[in-house]
């Protein structure tokens, strides 16, 4: 039926690189069809996994750090909030009077700017700020504990102020 239809055989195929029907496509046809099949493959992958690489650059507090290792993953000190702190953009965290908070680096000034910390929020009633690594104006913290020494300069790295 559907052959009578559309006036064409079964063994005739749809090309659709030509966007005609034909008997045979040829080779050069067939090699762009590939070409083609694979372009939209990779354009398919790349979208599925554009969400998991989505985030932004942000300026630079700082161009060093000071920490306690030259990864910067071990805590430095606990620190006590004194003051609330709402954060600006998404390079810093928010904190709240009385909150702890796991201090892993500490930006070394630089003329203008501010003396920032990074850290991490500590304590069950704020789970959900729990492991978020941010930044922090350390004039309104007290240090309780130092754990180590932060004794190690390290260059930032524009990862240091990327933003999911």
Not at 4 to 31: L, P
């Amino acid at each position: 039926m559907f052959v009578q239809m559309f006036g064409f055989s079964i063994k005739d195929r749809h090309c659709w690189t030509c966007r005609a029907v034909e008997r045979c496509c040829s080779k050069e046809h067939r090699v762009k069809m590939t070409q083609r099949i694979c372009l939209v493959i990779l354009l398919l992958c790349l979208g599925l996994m554009y969400p998991l690489i989505t985030g932004i650059f942000m300026d630079k507090l700082a161009s060093k750090k000071m920490c306690a290792d030259d990864d910067c993953v071990y805590t430095i000190s606990l620190a006590r909030a004194e003051e609330d702190y709402n954060a600006p953009d998404c390079r810093f965290i928010n904190i709240k009077k009385g909150q702890l908070i796991y201090v892993y680096s500490k930006l070394v000034k630089e003329k203008e700017s501010g003396e920032f910390w990074a850290g991490s929020v500590y304590g069950e009633q704020y789970e959900d700020h729990m492991g978020t690594v941010g930044y922090f104006p350390s004039s309104l913290v007290s240090e309780q504990h130092v754990y180590q020494v932060a004794n190690k300069t390290v260059p930032t790295t524009d990862i240091d102020f990327f933003c999911e």
